[in-house]
């Protein structure tokens, strides 16, 4: 022991010091030690052969400030201030095993005889229990407001990045860590989202949940676990901290569900009971301010979802709220209605509203047909009203009401005339003359086959409407399908006249040859039936490019302005009425249109050009047949009363006509 009283030379002063129950620790201008007495021997627990000229590792990093700021103080302080010419603090010291330890130090000048600065001398005094724990009490007083301030921080903040480095950053304060971390359980795989302390290209890294501190700590029931020794920390991906000796770890809970993780890593400064305590309450209220931030985001997702439903819905959707104020009002709202949202918004809802969990049904001032729902949202009382356009589903409800009538009106008339002739037939048999026998049979005849020919619309009708039309696309040779189209037509009426004029360099026609036949029949029909007064009915085929265009031209009732696409729609016929008056069902130019579609093809109606193109054709001859289309055509049954500043036939006015363009492709 000797040695540790080199510097002093005063056998009297030695003996104290040796003897001297506080520890007295004596360091020269540049620190080192001078002066170790036993007493300090016992409080720090290194010996004074290891500490004679060294600097004393007993201050810790937060407080060397501290520690140099008393020096400094001595050194300035004026002479003759203060009455003992020396410094008391109460604070911290490191033992030789690294705990701290709570001494109040009385810190003066060290100067020889002559006043020469030597240096600094420091006697440590034990502080009492009374004193240590009131000096517990106000750190950890200190800590919990810190702590609360904390949390009401994080509590306060919504963004999930910015909670998470918030509590990291907490934790390093709280904890004196030198590094820490926020990990988040994703499955069986471990990332870290937030960091501070670590290489930025750590951000985003994963590892193993199974192997991991987590891991154990998950499968030891705790919430908190303290680690040490290198081939443990090595296992970590994220322990690249310099001198790493300690790991303290606690789990997040969001929902009674391990979320995540909270590490504080610790390479300089130690840890103790207090960090991990500190540790396991910030982790805990993470817990509920991630959870608050999570929820927060889960509230604005769904609400980007909804709004991104209601703006992209074709249902137009307005929101109300208590006072039955429009609140929301989407893009297909405005459309419907045609209200923009600035004038909808704010105001009572611009229509009739019907009960809740009813459906009402009405027409706008614009002609839109409207079904409307409304339903209460329970939570916030406000209602949702949709009202979808339904105008083309009331405009196929009126039709096929009409259909129903119409088909109902032109099976009748035939089965009618086809009873009464068999009837008479039978009943009268062998009072009739032979001509007479075979004119009612002729007629019966006749009328079977306009129930099959509205049989056969029925059945291309209903294929046409499930997309089950079957065409071959193959090359044929078009003209002669016209020719052959227009010769049967040329002696079914005396009023009527078929001129044809097909290009002589017309190519073949690429299509199905039978479905073409059958569109160029109804397109004729068509003419004859829409020209009662007869007239020329011109045919005419020519080239456009790759295409080849057939024209079908009459000169009868037209068709009235507005109608010229709407007539190749199911059970429509032009003007509702006027034409009802020539028959059929309103199914023959909606087959012509998908049979022409179906072989890559288009027609469109238009009308009649005024000037009309003429080949040589042969007169239409008369006979028996003629006489018989005649009586079908005009028979009284179906006969209308002629509309009011309309032709003669009704429609359109007399003479206007009709021009079919019907676009095919060319096979060259």
């Known amino acids: 022991m000797t040695d540790v009283y080199q510097h002093v030379h005063d056998p009297i002063a030695r003996a104290v010091i040796e003897s001297a129950a506080d520890a007295i620790v004596a360091v020269d ?3 080192r030690v001078t002066v170790w007495n036993p007493a300090a021997e016992r409080m ?4 004074a052969a290891e500490m004679i000229g060294r600097v004393p590792p ?3 990093d937060e407080l060397k400030a501290e520690h140099n700021a008393v020096q400094e103080r001595l050194l300035t302080r004026p002479a003759g201030e203060g009455e003992s010419g020396q410094i008391s603090i109460a604070t911290r010291r490191f033992h030789q095993d690294g705990r701290l330890i709570d001494v109040r130090i009385d810190t003066s000048l060290l100067k020889d005889p002559k006043g020469t600065l030597l240096g600094w001398v420091g006697v440590y005094h034990p502080v009492e229990e009374d004193e240590i724990v009131q000096h517990h009490m106000t750190e950890r007083a200190r800590l919990v407001r810190r702590l609360n301030d904390i949390v009401a921080d994080l509590n306060a903040e919504l963004d999930l990045g910015v909670v998470l480095d918030r509590i990291t950053a907490a934790l390093i304060e709280l904890t004196g860590a030198d590094a820490g971390g926020f990990v988040r359980i994703e499955g069986d795989r471990l990332r870290l989202v937030s960091m501070s302390g670590l290489p930025e290209h750590m951000r985003g890294r994963t590892a193993e949940l199974r192997p991991s501190l987590v891991g154990e700590l998950l499968r030891s029931g705790k ?6 020794g290198e081939r443990r920390l090595g296992d970590l991906i994220w322990s ?4 790493l000796h300690t790991i303290a770890l606690g789990l997040s809970y969001l929902q009674n569900r391990p979320y995540g993780a909270l590490y504080a890593l610790f390479s300089g400064s130690k840890a103790g009971h207090t960090e991990l305590e500190l540790l396991e309450l910030l982790a805990g209220h993470a817990g509920v301010a991630v959870g608050n931030a999570v929820a927060y985001a889960e509230v604005v997702r769904q609400r980007a979802h909804e709004r991104a439903v209601i703006d992209s819905s074709a249902d137009g959707i307005a929101v109300l709220d208590h006072d039955l104020v429009v609140r929301q009002w989407n893009p297909a709202a405005h459309t419907l209605t045609g209200i923009p949202p600035e004038d909808a918004i704010g105001r009572p809802l611009p229509f009739a509203m019907p009960g809740l969990g009813e459906k009402l049904t009405f027409r706008l001032e614009s002609g839109t047909w409207l079904n409307v729902l409304a339903a209460e949202i329970e939570e916030t009382g406000e209602l949702v009203v949709d009202f979808r356009d339904v105008s083309e589903t009331k405009a196929l409800e009126e039709a096929k009401d009409l259909f129903l009538a119409t088909t109902s009106h032109e099976l009748r008339t035939p089965i009618t005339v086809v009873q009464g002739f068999a009837s008479t037939l039978v ?8 001509g007479d026998r075979r004119t009612a049979v002729a007629t019966i005849a006749e009328r079977a086959q306009s129930l099959g020919r509205l049989v056969e619309h029925l059945l291309l009708g209903s294929r046409a409407g499930a997309d089950e039309l079957a065409v071959t696309i193959e090359s044929f040779d078009l003209a002669r399908v016209l020719e052959g189209v227009v010769a049967g037509f040329r002696s079914l009426s005396p009023l009527h006249r078929v001129e044809l004029e097909i290009d002589p360099d017309l190519p073949p026609c690429r299509g199905d040859a039978m ?5 160029l029949g109804q397109l004729l029909e068509n003419a004859f039936k829409y020209s009662p007064d007869g007239g020329t009915v011109s045919v005419r085929a020519v080239c ?3 295409d080849i265009v057939v024209t079908v031209q009459d000169e009868g009732i037209g068709i009235p302005a507005g109608d010229h696409e709407r007539i190749f729609e199911r059970f429509v016929q032009g003007d509702a009425g006027d034409r009802r008056r020539f028959g059929g069902i309103g199914l023959g130019l909606y087959i012509v249109k998908r049979l022409t579609e179906a072989q890559g093809g288009r027609i469109s109606a238009h009308p009649a050009e005024r000037e009309t193109y003429h080949t040589d054709s042969r007169e239409a001859s008369v006979g028996a047949e003629v006489a018989q289309m005649e009586r079908t055509i005009n028979r009284r049954d179906t006969l209308l009363r002629t509309a009011e500043g309309h032709g003669p036939a009704g429609g359109a006015r007399a003479g206007d006509g009709t021009r079919m363009r019907l676009v095919l492709r060319g096979a060259d």
């Open 427 to 434: 009943n009268r048999w062998d009072e009739m003359a032979d």
């Open 515 to 519: 479905a073409t036949d059958i569109v």
């Open 223 to 228: 919430t908190v676990k303290l680690a040490t």
């Open 29 to 31: 201008q540049q620190h």
């Open 240 to 243: 690249e901290l310099p001198g």
């Open 544 to 546: 456009e490019g790759s």
């Open 58 to 60: 007993i201050v810790p």
């Open 44 to 47: 720090f627990g290194w010996s």
